[in-house]
């Protein structure tokens, strides 16, 4: 029986040729297609999988361990499989006929999403299914995916528009090229184009299904895993290869440091000021590992019982993973002002694995701006509820589709 430890093995026997091919990865901005070979013909992206599908079906979290293990070693490589690593838990609750479909004769097939679209974008019900037109931001690793799921506002006579999960095979869509970034550089995060696709209602999904405990998905699928809500619980799809560029970030400082010499002959490794960096950065990013591992333990036994997360703990599950974000950033920091001008060359693999850091923080799931306050005020009494995320979006689409 294959193990998460199985899988977070495979993925660091690949760290070496991830790190050989770190620059033309980010001059590629995307990945290469020998890097998404190897990360599918490993089986790593699978774990989440149902088995149905020719998956592992481990607990929810299997995806991230082994993103956070690739991203130790390049940070895009990480961050793509842990977005397509996630994709391939929550198509475990998608409609059976797009699973049917999507995975039949392909159970690798890799599938890219975008949750934020432009002004303008919707989907319009006629007949047997939808017409979809509007554009999609940041749809990380899509060159080399066959598939593309797109969050879209369905406009309703009253009311918040509903929103639907609508999956598009390639030749649907056309990629529109956008990414040009300091960090995450080869996550190929580009936007999507859809000019007036029919999409039959098989292959859509509305988005609250998704975020419920019971899903369409889960008449084929009923484990236990499947049965987390998908808006609650993403962020540690993208936490998790966060922490893996700052632990990269530390490994490659401590490589470096360790046979450093300052201008006077002096080993840089007898300051008591680079150890005491060296131990602060250690015990944040030790810190951030033990909230990431606790909370995906704690829901995942919630789940196992056929529980229900209650509103205060999806807040505080947020809350963590922006705050290891805020962890991994302030780790790496910390090393790169004790490096000098070394420690910001392009090629200095810190300034990397920092910049990655940066780049993987700024994602919107895991702002501590919007997490932290959304904690507090759930801690305050002063709003939210089982819904809020869900209508949150609904009333951000509904503005959009005014303009």
């Known amino acids: 029986m294959t193990t998460t430890a199985d899988l977070v093995a495979k993925a660091a026997a690949l760290g070496p040729k991830l790190v050989a091919r770190r620059k033309k990865a980010a001059e590629l901005r995307r990945m290469p297609d020998e890097t998404m070979a190897d990360l599918v013909d490993s089986g790593v992206l699978r774990a989440c999988l149902p088995k149905r599908w020719g998956g592992f079906e481990l607990p929810f979290g299997a995806h991230t361990d082994i993103a956070m293990e690739l991203a130790r070693h390049d940070g895009s490589a990480g961050w793509v499989a842990g977005i397509i690593g996630s994709h391939n838990w929550w198509m475990g609750k998608f409609a059976v ?16 999403a975008a949750f934020a679209s432009n002004p303008g974008s919707k989907a319009v019900a006629v007949d047997g299914g939808y017409r979809v037109t509007g554009e999609w931001m940041w749809t990380s690793g899509v060159h080399h995916c066959g598939w593309c799921a797109l969050m879209t506002p369905m406009p309703k006579p ?48 509305r988005v609250a299904a ?44 401590i490589a470096q440091m360790g046979s450093r010499t300052a201008l006077d002959g002096s080993k840089v490794a007898d300051y008591q000021a680079l ?35 209650t509103y205060m703990e999806t807040q505080r599950f947020k809350r963590n993973c922006a705050y290891i974000a805020n962890l991994s950033r302030r780790s790496g920091l910390r090393l790169i002002e004790a490096m000098g001008a070394v420690g910001v060359d392009d090629g200095n693999p810190v300034q990397m694995m920092f910049a990655d850091t940066l780049a993987g923080a700024a994602h919107r799931a895991l702002s501590w701006d919007v997490a932290g306050s959304n904690y507090a005020k759930a801690a305050l009494g002063i709003g939210g509820g089982p819904d809020e995320e869900l209508k949150k979006r609904q009333a951000a689409a509904a503005a959009a589709l005014k303009t």
């Open 97 to 112: 006929a797009t699973q049917e479909e999507v995975l039949t004769d392909n159970p690798d097939a890799l599938i890219a």
């Open 210 to 253: 998704l975020n419920s405990k019971t899903s369409p998905g889960q008449t084929l699928n009923p484990g236990w895993t499947y049965k987390l809500p998908m808006l609650e619980v993403f962020a540690y799809s993208v936490a998790g290869p966060t922490l893996g560029c700052a632990r990269g970030a530390l490994d490659s400082f």
């Open 158 to 205: 009253d009311g918040p528009p509903d929103l639907l999960m609508i999956m598009f095979k390639q030749g649907q869509y056309s990629i529109k090229d956008v990414w040009n970034v300091p960090g995450m550089k080869s996550t190929g995060s580009n936007n999507i184009i859809v000019d007036d696709v029919f999409v039959p209602t098989a292959r859509v999904t």
């Open 275 to 309: 150890q005491m960096r060296v131990a602060e950065s250690a015990a944040e990013i030790d810190a951030a590992h033990a909230l990431y591992r606790a909370d995906l333990d704690y829901m995942n036994s919630v789940a196992a019982a056929d529980g229900d997360l």
